[in-house]
């Protein structure tokens, strides 16, 4: 099993950042990707940003490509979401996942098989 622990939501203006972070505990060795997924009130969960553990190799969604930037530190277990330039639309429960699966797609919420309890950012305009 894998615990992870979300933190770093908080309420901001439209145009200022925020930086999320999840720490993953307990069977560590074997995960593959982690990655970040939103959902808003009335809105299915979507895909934001992935990468995968041991090369680093980083995956986005289009609707925050050059505003926001996944990033890892393997020693802390730990996986870092940077939000530029937030809009009102980013407004959501963001949610951190993993996945031990080697296949299926980064950007799957079906791929993943831990998750963490989600926190929430709201962007006001």
């Known amino acids: 099993q894998v615990q992870l622990v979300e933190s770093g939501g908080g309420l901001v203006q439209a145009g200022d950042s925020l930086r999320l972070s999840c720490t993953a505990s307990g069977r560590t060795a074997g995960i593959y990707v982690m990655g970040w997924f939103r959902q808003a009130p009335g809105k299915e969960r979507e895909f934001v940003a992935a990468?995968?553990?041991?090369?680093?190799?980083?995956y986005y969604a289009d609707s925050v490509k050059g505003r926001f930037t996944i990033s890892r530190d393997n020693a802390k277990n730990t996986v870092y979401l940077q939000m530029n330039s937030l809009k009102p639309e980013d407004t959501a429960v963001y949610y951190c996942?993993?996945?031990?699966?080697?296949?299926?797609?980064?950007?799957?919420?079906?791929?993943?098989?831990?998750w963490g309890q989600g926190t929430q950012v709201t962007v006001s305009s």
């Open positions: 990468i995968s553990w041991s090369g680093g190799r980083t």
């Open positions: 996942a993993a996945t031990n699966r080697i296949s299926g797609g980064n950007d799957s919420a079906r791929r993943y098989n831990y």
